[in-house]
């Protein structure tokens, strides 16, 4: 394991290594370690505000946060509120350097960019979800509007009340109805949505 000189701590006149460049390394490459720098960026940030950016659990954002402020990367202090105190975390002079170091390789902008997306990504599975329950919830109400269950049925003789399965052409054709059927109205909802 090579050590490469990252940080000092001047003790006594004598300079001491805090952390290796192995060390950095594998604290950067853990699961929002990264992230979290550029979410802290030039200000600072609450834990609970770090929770609702990173795409990691509050409990990984917890165990990076302390990891962090032992290896000189974040700092903590506290300030009041209405409610008692709060701990912000800043970035010391190290996590400044990696945070420019994210800038100029536009990786912070690609975490931003990720952000983002996963939120795109979300909103429209929450639409997906909406639309199939009303579709289910709409399927149901038709389907309990008219039972025929303990009633008697005159059918045609060439009629079952088994549903005869539905050629493959026939198959294409209703699901492609189906699709320029829904195309329309999800546009406009996401259109709405956009705009607001």
């Not at 000092?8 to 060390?23: H, K, N, P, S, Y």
């Not at 420019?100 to 975490?111: L, M, P, Q, S």
């Not at 997906?128 to 045609?156: H, Y």
């Not at 052409?169 to 259109?191: G, T």
């Amino acid at each position: 394991m090579s050590y490469i000189s990252v940080g000092f701590i001047v003790a006594g006149g004598e300079c001491v290594d805090t952390m290796g460049l192995d060390d950095l390394e594998g604290f950067l490459r853990q699961k929002g370690a990264p992230e979290l720098i550029t979410e802290i960026g030039t200000g600072t940030a609450t834990f609970n505000a770090l929770v609702d950016a990173a795409a990691v659990s509050s409990s990984t954002v917890s165990s990076r946060l302390s990891e962090g402020v032992e290896r000189d990367i974040f700092t903590v202090s506290h300030r009041p509120t209405e409610h008692g105190t709060e701990k912000r975390y800043e970035l010391t002079l190290l996590g400044r350097r990696i945070y420019d170091w994210a800038e100029k390789t536009e990786f912070e902008r690609k975490v931003r960019e990720l952000r983002r997306l996963r939120h795109e990504r979300d909103t429209s599975f929450e639409q997906l979800i909406g639309k199939l329950n009303r579709d289910m919830e709409i399927r149901k109400m038709v389907a309990d509007s008219d039972p025929l269950e303990g009633k008697d049925v005159d059918l045609p003789e060439d009629a079952s009340l088994v549903p005869k399965a539905p050629s493959e052409e026939e198959l294409r054709e209703a699901k492609f109805e189906r699709m320029e059927e829904s195309l329309e109205p999800i546009a406009d909802d996401q259109a709405e949505g956009s705009s607001e």
